[in-house]
């Protein structure tokens, strides 16, 4: 891809852009997990946990440069988020359904994830055409400080959600429909 006299910053910032839109998937989720009183259910958790894997992609794309590699992580998360948002799309398909959690904007979160993995998936596949390995010189130069925020907030997103997750389930299995956090004793309201 070339940007400038230095191809291998475009894809950086092209990744970094990518990852900052799946922090602020994380964030939105997380977020709403609060503001509503909804707990995810273990399907929510396997699309949270599948866009972090993508993100990882792209932060390693910043990170190291860019590698067939890191966009195969992305796509393989991202198919794996897709099953994952496909079925709970197809659990609440039939009519009278009220499906599962507040809508956003009309549509439910696992039907926005599914949306979400088709563009990661789409993203990776236009980065792969476009885009190939620099090779070493990437490696020397130094991530810029936005680049490093970031992966900053990608990271401390993604340990929020470990740990929220970690409070709603234990060490344990989710339940199927979450009604409070098991490490805090509270109830989420009705």
Same mark, same amino acid.
């Given at each position: 891809?070339? !940007? ?8 950086? %910032? ?24 909804? +707990? ?11 866009? %972090? ?24 998360? #991202? ?10 799309? +197809? ?12 809508? !956003? ?14 563009? %990661? ?7 792969? #055409? ?22 900053? +907030?990608? !990271? ?26 098991? +490490? ?7």
């Amino acid at each position: 891809m070339i !940007f400038s006299r230095n191809p291998a910053r475009g894809s950086r %910032i092209l990744n970094g852009l990518a990852l900052l839109g799946v922090s602020a998937i994380l964030c939105m989720a997380f977020a709403w997990q609060f503001v509503y009183d909804e +707990l995810p259910c273990p399907l929510c958790l396997l699309q949270r946990v599948a866009l %972090i894997l993508a993100g990882v992609g792209f932060l390693l794309n910043m990170r190291l440069g860019p590698s067939p590699m890191h966009y195969a992580m992305s796509i393989a998360a #991202s198919l794996g988020g897709m099953v994952a948002s496909g079925r709970q799309v +197809l659990l609440h398909i039939a009519p009278g359904d009220p499906g599962y959690g507040t809508p !956003f904007l009309g549509l439910h979160f696992y039907t926005w994830a599914f949306i979400a993995f088709s563009a %990661i998936i789409v993203f990776c596949v236009l980065m792969l #055409s476009a885009d190939r390995k620099w090779g070493d010189s990437m490696l020397k130069k130094p991530v810029s400080a936005l680049g490093m925020m970031v992966m900053a +907030l990608f !990271f401390i997103t993604a340990l929020a959600n470990v740990g929220s997750t970690t409070l709603e389930c234990g060490f344990g299995p989710c339940p199927d429909n979450p009604e409070s956090y098991l +490490l805090l004793g509270t109830a989420a309201a009705p």
